[in-house]
């Protein structure tokens, strides 16, 4: 299934079903899933269950360090398919990404999301990825800047069905030239 990616930390690769354990002990963070929308998982089960429908799909990605076993700390991944709140054309995307919280600050998350963005343009011939953001999430926001994207838009009344709530959330984008004119940096 899918790629597996490196750079010069991580292993980004596929999910498996003996990954719960790991994605239970970081997603169960309440630090984690709100600021990202979604719930915190409740159990391994739950986690299971995640890797078998959510991450079972070819562009998401278990964030492994080297060298510490391969035991995933987060997840990255494009969505190629939109939905009626977020419409896709052909060759666009969107990136999400989260890490757990001892790995906040280390600049894993920007690492990572470089490469899923170089493979996103070079190996998957998309044309634009868009990533948002909800207000105050500012680690997010910094993740997109560093990474090129531009805010495209604000969406004052973004809803958050998983969590019952509506957010402001800033939705930025790359293009396939912005990231050609900025390779090398």
Known sequence: MGYVLETERL??????????????????DERIGPAAGWLPHRDEDYSRAVIRTIFAKDEVYAICLKGQGR???GSIGLTLK???ERPLKEKEAELGYWIGFP???RGLVT???RELIRHGFED????????????????SQKVQEKCGF???????TS??????????ENISVITREDYMAGKGR
């Not at 292993?11 to 169960?28: C, H, N, P, T, V």
């Not at 990825?129 to 105050?136: A, D, E, S």
């Not at 531009?150 to 004052?156: D, F, S």
């Not at 809803?159 to 402001?168: A, D, H």
Request: hydrophobic share 35%; net charge positive; charged share 20%.
């Open 103 to 105: 790995f906040w600050g």
């Open 159 to 168: 809803k958050i069905p998983m969590l019952g709530e509506t957010r402001i």
């Open 82 to 84: 939109g939905s009626p």
């Open 11 to 28: 292993i980004l690769r596929g999910w498996k079903d003996e990954d719960a354990s790991s994605l239970f002990k970081y997603a169960s």
């Open 111 to 113: 690492e990572a999301a």
């Open 71 to 73: 035991a995933p700390v």
């Open 150 to 156: 531009k805010h495209l838009y604000t969406n004052e």
């Open 124 to 139: 998957t011939g998309l044309n634009r990825i868009f990533c948002g953001y909800f207000q105050g999430n500012t680690r």
